[in-house]
């Protein structure tokens, strides 16, 4: 056998075997190896059999996980409407405190979604409702929750005050001035018992939004900025809409204690709220060591775990009386 340039390695197939060459790189030497072509073919069709079911089963259960999710994604909203026909949604309340005394100076009304025994969590159905055109049948159904649960608390706790979220489109309908009178009718609310909440997002324009915020504030409502530190508000918006409260994000929050390059950003947002003389409710405040920088600090008011989770209106309720 002729061998050729040192360390190339030579196959071919010959006499119903496979012949594999390979020289030495150092010497004129080289070992050969035959097999017989028929254990390479029986080798080829049981790795054939073993690794083609698990590709087909795999592609299959990948397969049905993107349909799934699809499907899922384009039968939200017509499940979402169900929720409203069979009363699937309710109300929990988490209590904000005054963070110099502790006491309980009111609650944020939070949407939650029972369906079946399955909860669904909001960040799965509020995004879906507003890409469908639903969120404010949802708001409908806050308002309607609230008018029911806060019924008489505002005579017994007249110092006391619920939190109700609206949606960007809320801000720039009409009949939300509307169903928000009930609700001030329903819980014979005066003034600063009822406070609607808004993002960033929601507020960004404020020639869209003004009037209703406006109009709200004349009513009696109080008007408080949510999430604030995630979006692009500028100065000049907040200073056009004459907020009462600005609430800072969970994620600035989480960076108070540590050393983090975010944690800077709240002296500034302090800062720009009393410039603005807007007071502040830090959100998502889990530790005593967290609660006591925002306290020093100057922050008035907090909700967060470290304080209450969200409880039925029967247990703010019972945490209320003497």
Known sequence: LKLGERGAIFRFIQDEHVIVVAPSKRFYLGAVAAFPLSHVNERIRRVIQVTLPIGIATGVVLAAAVLYLV????SLPTVIKAGLRRNEFFLVYQPIVELDSGRWIGAEALL?????????????FIPAAEDAGLIQHLTERVVEIAAQDAEGLFCRFPDFYISINLASSD???????????????????????????????????????????????????????????????????????????LKIDKSFIDTLGRNAVTSSVIPHIIVMANALNIEMIAEGVESEVQADILRKSGVQFAQGWLFGRPMSIHDIIASLEP
């Open 71 to 74: 499907q899922h994604q384009r």
């Open 112 to 124: 939650r979604w029972n369906r079946g025994g399955d909860m669904i969590t909001p960040d799965q």
């Open 171 to 245: 801000l720039e309908d009409q009949k939300t001035l509307i169903l928000l009178d009930r609700l001030t009718e329903a819980t014979s609310a005066k003034k600063g018992n009822l406070i609607v909440e808004a993002t960033e997002r929601g507020l960004a324009d404020p020639e869209k939004a003004g009037p209703i915020i406006r109009q709200l504030r004349k009513n009696g409502f109080a008007i408080a900025i949510d999430d604030f530190g995630t979006g692009f508000s500028s100065l000049s918006s907040l200073e056009a809409l004459e907020l009462d409260y």
